[in-house]
């Protein structure tokens, strides 16, 4: 193309003087133009001239290969790899191709949802999996995507509450629940997970521990199984905020408990009907009473207990932080997708407790006691935003009566049902 414009010109330039005088103005243009053409053919040889043409994907371990050594070797490496046990993992790719929520594209199968794993597990970047599965960086990135999306929307049939005939069997067999807490669905809790925002913004996200983070809402079962996921709202906000406008928006299908079922939430959440806190400016959590002596009084005990029972949530947070890198230094992905994100997380929990109860990071967070650090107490100094004294008051008074009964039955068995 550039031959025939200069040409082009050559031709109008070597035209009779009549026939150039008819171009007028036109012929600076024209010459600029030629001169402007020469220069960008020059600069375009010179480039291509300049091209490393050694290929870029050159391992002879690609794509299958990879994941076959992996599902054919040791159990632990495919745990340490995938975050899963490889029936696990057989299953979870399966379950997304049957609910049609995944499909086999024209180069990538099921190493799609192996770089999702490995990118939320390992908080691995995008370019060390295309390089890995002998990917381009576009085909990684978009592959993420697509199985993000999947996931989450697994989340949308897994991430719900489970019917139990009767009183669950975690606290009908513990005589330091049952029967106070036999009406219990469950625990709320709040969590900070890392986040990235632009500088415009990164004040609000901003939490106390000065770093940009997400304020999320997790409500789990007594069987380690997430109900409900709130995500989105910035470091700064106060988790009673949130707590109200999950309940509130109807678009947010919170599970809302019915008749005298409740939830088990710290002393940053109101005290009101469905949702039982415990006494504020008594010890709560376990820490507090390790190696202080026995509960003073029937407050004291109810928040010992009342810790104890909601450690669940603790745990399960401790068990999704541990599993997923990603959530401890989140990338630079658009806000909506970081929400999505921790939804994603907390499907995969879901699915690998359903079809692994015994699974080894489970099993380290199984003991009722255990003291959880760096997730206790992120919420606790706030001051939960004013209820209807009237609802407040019909939750002090279920509050009171279960402390009340709770102490007389220690005061008459003080050793075996602390």
């Not at 133009?33 to 043409?53: P, V």
């Not at 947010?252 to 002393?267: A, E, I, M, R, T």
């Not at 709560?284 to 450690?311: I, V, W």
């Not at 206790?376 to 004013?386: A, L, M, R, T, V």
Request: with cysteine; glycine share 6%; hydrophobic share 35%.
């Amino acid at each position: 193309m550039c031959v025939d414009f200069n040409i082009g010109l050559l031709q109008i330039m070597s035209s009779s003087d009549d026939e150039y005088d008819e171009l007028g103005p036109n012929i600076n243009l024209l010459i600029v133009l030629g001169i402007a053409n020469d220069f960008f053919h020059d600069m375009m040889t010179e480039y291509l001239g300049c091209i490393d043409r050694m290929p870029c994907r050159t391992s002879s371990l690609t794509r299958r290969m990879y994941i076959q050594e992996i599902l054919d070797g040791h159990p632990q490496v495919c745990f340490d790899n995938f975050r899963m046990s490889k029936h696990v993992f057989v299953n979870f790719c399966s379950t997304l191709k049957e609910m049609n929520l995944l499909q086999d594209g024209k180069k990538v199968t099921v190493e799609g949802v192996t770089m999702f794993l490995l990118i939320v597990g390992h908080n691995t970047r995008h370019r060390i999996c295309a390089d890995r599965f002998q990917h381009s960086f576009y085909t990684s990135s978009k592959w993420f995507k697509r199985v993000l999306r999947a996931v989450c929307t697994l989340g949308t049939y897994i991430i719900r509450p489970y019917e139990h005939n009767g009183v669950h069997p975690h606290i009908l067999n513990n005589p330091k629940w049952f029967s106070y807490f036999k009406n219990c669905l469950g625990a709320i809790d709040g969590i900070h997970v890392s986040a990235w925002t632009p500088s415009s913004i990164q004040t609000s996200f901003r939490g106390r521990k000065i770093i940009v983070t997400q304020n999320v809402m997790l409500a789990c079962d007594f069987d380690m199984l997430f109900t409900f996921v709130y995500t989105g709202w910035e470091g700064t906000a106060n988790d009673s905020r949130v707590f109200i406008d999950a309940l509130t928006r109807h678009e947010n299908n919170f599970p809302k408990p019915c008749g005298d079922q409740f939830y088990l939430v710290d002393s940053g959440y109101p005290n009101m009907p469905g949702f039982l806190a415990p006494y504020r400016g008594r010890r709560y959590h376990l820490r507090d009473y390790q190696g202080q002596g026995r509960p003073r009084g029937k407050e004291e005990l109810f928040n010992y207990r009342h810790s104890t029972c909601r450690n669940i949530i603790e745990r399960c947070i401790g068990v999704l932080k541990a599993r997923f890198r990603i959530l401890k230094d989140m990338p630079n992905y658009p806000i909506t997708r970081q929400r999505l994100i921790l939804v994603a997380c907390c499907a995969v929990h879901n699915f690998i407790r359903r079809h692994h109860a015994m699974n080894n990071l489970f099993m380290e967070y199984s003991s009722d006691d255990m003291l959880m650090s760096g997730v206790e107490g992120d919420f606790n100094d706030q001051e939960p935003i004013p209820i209807d004294s009237n609802q407040t008051a019909q939750m002090r008074n279920i509050r009171d009566e279960i402390a009340s009964n709770m102490w007389n039955d220690y005061m008459e068995h003080p050793t075996s049902l602390q």
